[in-house]
């Protein structure tokens, strides 16, 4: 059975849902007017920074944040409810200052950030007043795999030195972008999980070379942007290193377990609105003699839909209840269930739209095929399928084996 969502995180839901409705949905043509409008990609639509000032004003800002000294408290299921409305507009979660990778380093900055760090990067993040990266995948290195990371971050005196050749680092394009934070090896010689650190850099940093950037399917996504980034001979003082040395591993998965059911509710709210359109579009078109939304296979497609929406819905809420109530570690095979089914389902919901809508599917006369690319990438990011996959077996075969013991070393009543 779903729990009910508080009071406090009802109302916010409530909030979130008008807003969307009264200033989100409708400027979403506005800002691709304005960015086409521009002198160039790289530049920040005017209406973003408007509709920003507007949420924040309404409270509907940092929703993201369970401690309630930076943000409104609310567990992972209740924030999971606010992020599948977002997810419904690739424009609204820059809106709320809810958009990754910046809220996944807002999370570092708040649980393993020294006063000073938080002084300097967390607060400007937290007004929205700046954009960040994090650095972590590797153009020849399989980062499915962190442990293959070989950027190096290397200890020289009072100050460490950066070394590496980073990709898929979003949010570089941004001119608003700051400061990364960057994943590299400081000790190649000790146990493999103590390898790798984690660290701050400046983003005008002498060295730090943004080389290209990178589509997806096309798409620039512009003013964010993905980009190939360069770490070369990078100097920063010795206290921009991250909890410490050797801490780099454990930042990481206390930084992607949350980011993870995100990612997952906004697929979610993506296809509760690729679903809506297909049954708009199929009211309101006529083949062969009788309108498209009395056909069977219309139907058919519909009843699907729903189905796998509900079904995917139902995992990531469970696997959000049980990081509330039993802690990320503990929620990893549920997260990983999760991550494996919502980008599954949404791509499913979306294609079926884009073949009802054909034409204007593929265009961007649509939302659809730009949420289609978007939704196709989150089976790589935070870990692609197969590993997700790997991770659940090992962990179901774990419990199993271990209870068959259990139960084999009852004693005979």
């Known amino acids: ?15 979130l849902t008008q807003f969307m409705d009264e200033h989100v949905y409708k400027n979403e043509a506005v800002y691709e007017q304005q960015l086409n409008d521009a002198e160039h990609r790289w530049v920040v639509p005017p209406i973003i920074e408007e509709l920003k000032a507007k949420a924040k004003a309404e409270g509907l800002w940092n929703l993201f944040i369970d401690n309630e000294e930076y943000g ?9 409810h606010l992020c599948e409305i977002m997810g419904r507009s690739l424009i609204a979660p820059e809106v709320f200052n809810c958009n990754a990778p910046d809220t996944g380093n807002m999370e570092v900055f708040m649980k ?5 760090q938080k002084e300097k ?8 007043e700046i954009r960040s990266v994090f650095s972590m995948t ?18 020289d005196g009072d100050e460490y030195v950066i070394n590496g050749k980073k990709w898929w680092s979003s949010g570089a394009m941004d001119p608003r972008c700051k400061v990364a934070i960057v994943m590299g090896k400081s000790d190649p010689e000790a146990e493999t999980y103590r390898q790798q650190s984690m660290i701050i850099v400046p983003f005008d940093a002498r060295g730090v070379e943004v ?5 997806v399917f096309g798409y620039d996504h512009a003013p964010h942007g993905h980009a190939e980034v360069h770490y070369n001979n990078v100097r920063v003082p010795a206290s921009n290193i991250l909890l410490g040395e050797g801490r780099g591993f454990e930042i990481a998965q206390g930084r992607l377990g949350p980011g993870r059911i995100h990612h997952c509710m906004r697929a979610i709210g993506a296809a509760e609105r690729a679903l809506e359109l297909m049954i708009e579009r199929a009211d309101g078109r006529e083949t062969f003699g009788s309108r498209n939304i009395d056909k069977a296979v219309i139907r058919e497609q519909i009843a699907e839909s729903r189905i796998e929406i509900d079904s995917a819905r139902l995992l990531t809420l469970s696997a959000a209840h049980k990081m509330d109530t039993e802690g990320n570690k503990a929620a990893r095979k549920e997260i990983s269930m999760t991550k494996i089914a919502a980008p599954r389902m949404c791509l499913n919901v979306i294609d079926r739209a884009i073949q009802l809508f054909g034409g204007a599917g593929v265009s961007d006369d649509t939302v659809l095929a730009a949420h289609w690319a978007n939704a196709r990438t989150l089976r790589i990011v935070d870990g692609p399928d197969q590993v997700h996959l790997r991770d ?8 199993q084996l271990n209870e068959r013991t259990s139960k084999e070393k009852e004693p005979v009543r």
Do not use: F, H
Request: glycine content about 4%; hydrophobic content about 35%; overall charge negative.
């Open 138 to 155: 590797e153009i020849e290195a399989a980062s499915s795999d962190a442990t293959n990371i070989q950027a190096s971050i290397t200890r």
């Open 392 to 399: 659940i077996a090992k962990l179901e075969i774990r419990e």
């Open 1 to 15: 059975m779903l729990k009910e969502l508080s009071p406090k995180a009802q109302k916010i839901k409530d909030q």
């Open 121 to 128: 990067w967390l607060k400007p993040l937290l007004e929205g």
């Open 112 to 116: 393993y950030g020294t006063e000073e």
């Open 72 to 80: 409104p408290g609310l567990t992972n299921y209740e924030y999971a």
């Open 211 to 215: 080389k290209r950037y990178l589509p």
